[in-house]
DNA sequence: CGCTAATGTGAGCGCCGCTCACATCCTAGT
DNA sequence: ACTAGGATGTGAGCGGCGCTCACATTAGCG
């Protein structure tokens, strides 16, 4: 752990600002992420936060990175090398679980015009987009990979926007993980028979 | 059309704001769309906007509500009353095709969380659903239209969005009608069949 | 030990959302 | 026709924000 001192240089604010500002959007949503904010939070005057991030779209950047990271996680924890179309389903309805429970997060990886593209960033999506496929293509040897996983993200990623909008009565989180299975399966069986 | 007198009173600056709104949306982004630069661009004080919107939140509603009605006729444009699979896909592509049009307006319409909700944006909401539902029926009696529409708006929302992102490669717009129209054919497909 | 680059500070600019007291105008009721 | 009152627009102002810049402080390296 850095030391947390209180000398005049911080120690490690990159990563503190990091994880004030993942505080920030849990609590207060993606309007709560100010650079400013972080910095209170930090302790630290608030142009200090511009000596590691270029501007709040660069942090913004660092937080849908991390969410990245913890939706791989998530979906890797559903099922860790699934080979079934229920397994398939399962990882799906990880994907909008991960959605509903952090909604913020969610939106942030999401919901902004990613202008310009931080490397990081890039990677991050290119990672579950790759394991998407692959997956796809395990669950799947007979179905076109290169078509099938992105209609699968797709239908996943569509019905977690809707339900995080609301566009769509979810009752219970049970209900949503019905409709993500239901909707998976019908997909797949059709590809399946191709 | 409201008399645009050089008056003290506007005459409609509530139409006024939203159709200026529309324009700074599509010009800069959501990030421009505020209530200050809306009544810079009416020609009027800061202030004045707040009485026919109650906050930024209020506007960005009645836009979404827009982007709803234009997206309700884009929609029906694609085919006045579809009855075939290959008819509702092609609504679907239409669907696709207005969130890359006008990105900034779409990302309104979902991206934000709708925290009040405003009537008008629930009407123009249910509109949709209803509208899909319908439409859904129509091509498919045999299916289970409540669990087939959710499923079918999430494929090509989630595509809209992914593509919007650039999260899909999609070389040109033939490409992602291709792509769009296969999802749909595929999910179609298995539902018909059942 | 001293020099340099990295890091944090404080002040400040312009924009924003929002509020309030006040000015102006329209209109309905007499 | 006249006036009272509601509707609409103004101007000033508060606090917050993103961002920049000159300056202070420090760590690390020769």
Not at 26 to 35: D, N, T, V
Not at 61 to 77: C, D, F, M, P, T
Not at 130 to 143: D, G, K, Q, S
Request: hydrophobic share 50%; proline share 7%; aromatic share 6%.
């Amino acid at each position: 752990m850095p030391p947390t001192n209180a000398t005049y240089h911080h120690g490690d604010l990159r990563a503190a600002c990091l994880s004030s500002a993942l505080e920030l959007l849990e609590k207060g949503g993606a309007r709560a992420l100010s650079l400013r904010a972080v910095a209170r939070r930090a302790g630290v005057s608030p142009a200090a936060p511009y000596r590691h991030y270029a501007d709040r779209e660069a942090l913004v950047s660092a937080v849908a990175a991390v969410g990245y990271r913890e939706l791989a996680e998530r979906l890797a924890a559903a099922h860790p090398a699934p080979s079934t179309p229920e397994q398939l389903a399962s990882v799906g309805v990880a994907y909008v679980q991960f959605a509903l429970e952090q909604p913020a997060l969610f939106r942030m990886m999401f919901g902004e015009p990613c202008d310009r593209d931080n490397d990081e960033r890039v990677a991050a999506t290119a990672a579950v987009s790759l394991y998407l496929r692959e997956i796809v293509a395990r669950c799947f040897p007979h179905a076109d990979a290169e078509a099938l996983a992105p209609a699968i993200w797709a239908l996943v990623h569509g019905l977690a926007f809707l339900h995080l909008d609301g566009k769509l009565d979810a009752p219970t989180p049970a209900a949503v993980a019905d409709r993500v299975t239901a909707a998976i399966h019908g997909l797949l069986s059709a590809t399946a028979g191709d």
